[in-house]
């Protein structure tokens, strides 16, 4: 449906990178030409290989973006959190989704579909920049995961991993810093390119260490500076 409260989505908008440097009309009009999607925990926004009709920024809650390998394995490619952009084949000019969007929670977002972003970035140049330079960044990120996966002991990404999930949706509790939406330790594998078996004796070990506290889909980073060390592999 058709968004109601336009200031609201103004505000929205007006922090997506996407749509920096434009001024307070044209959000207004970026706003009037976005749909509101609603989705609840494993609810999927799109699938791997369907036609890519929209794309999506993200206002409230926690989306995984997956892909299935030639070899038909799951792989975890990234978190959305509040703010971010996911599905932006539309906006690169591509023709399906590369991968399968999941609601982790219950999630709110706007959707601009194709006509909608043909639009805005004729009228507004400003956009078409910001996409290419969204399009480099996300390239740089590509390179960087495939670098780890290539050089780094598996116990470095698993760290890594859980930095930047930290970095994105920690919570300060009692006993350390929350990730605050539902992790798994096979999450955590497809995140990290690695297997179950590998991920649970790992977090097993770092239990024992008091560096990190886990359970069922639930994980509280108990030493953060710790992890850090692990990360860079400044620990033996």
Known sequence: MRIGEKTVGTQTVSDARLFLGLDARALEEVTALALRVEKGPEEVFFRQGEKAVRFFLLCRGRVKVVQITPEGHQVVARYAGQGDMFGCVPVYGGKEYPATAIAATRCAALAW???????????????????????????????????????????????????????QAGKKVDAGVLIEFPLSRQDLAELTGTTLHTVSRILSAWEEQGVIQSGRRRVVVRKPHSLVSLAEDLLP
């Open 113 to 167: 579909d194709r006509p909608a972003t043909d639009h805005l970035m004729r009228q507004y140049p400003r956009v078409a920049i910001n996409a290419l330079q969204l399009l480099g960044k996300e390239l740089a990120d590509l390179r960087l995961r495939y670098q780890e996966l290539a050089t780094e002991r598996v116990e470095q990404r698993v760290a890594r991993a859980l930095l930047r999930l930290v970095r």
